[in-house]
């Protein structure tokens, strides 16, 4: 499945967090937590470092650092603020149009015909929906298909519509 919350918990890899960064993509959510990552690992280490300690006990002080880092990262998801620092601004759209975007103050629903498989979906994510998503993160899309692939997918309709 394409999209949802499986795409979410993925941007949060290390290889897709590091694929951003080489990008010049920098969101505050990720690096928020990538650090949460690294003091979590940081903290279920010194944990564990005390010998001293019952085994139990310090399964049950790693399981609350992790709990509580699990909290935090559901929260950071939520945090929407990214700079593009590539040299060609290649994730922005135009100073003008992110201007006019930033008007629409009602929430933005894309209806969008293109199979899971099907390459123009794509690249509507990489080239459009992913710098829109950046000025305006309540934008939904929703994809309709009737085919994995997108051969002949509902030709009578076009791409999809905006509403």
């Avoid at 992110?98 to 629903?109: Q, R």
Wanted: aromatic fraction near 6%; glycine fraction near 6%; proline fraction near 4%.
């Amino acid at each position: 499945m394409h999209g949802g919350p499986w795409d979410r918990i993925a941007a949060y890899t290390p290889g897709a967090m590091l694929d951003m960064f080489q990008h010049g993509l920098l969101q505050l959510n990720a690096m928020l937590v990538a650090l949460i990552f690294i003091a979590t690992g940081l903290g279920v280490a010194a944990i564990w470092v005390r010998l001293g300690v019952a085994v139990e006990r310090r399964a049950l002080m790693s399981a609350a650092v992790a709990t509580a880092a699990a909290g935090v990262v559901v929260a950071c998801a939520f945090v929407h603020p990214s700079w593009d620092v590539s040299e060609n601004q290649r994730h922005s759209f135009s100073e003008v149009d992110e201007a006019a975007l930033a008007h629409i103050t009602a929430p933005l629903s894309i209806e969008a015909h293109l199979a899971p498989e099907d390459p123009r979906r794509s690249d509507l994510e990489h080239q459009a929906l992913s710098k829109l998503r950046r000025v305006l993160p309540s934008v939904k899309v929703r994809y309709v298909s009737a085919t994995s692939i997108g051969l002949l997918e509902q030709a009578n309709t076009g791409y999809g519509e905006i509403w």
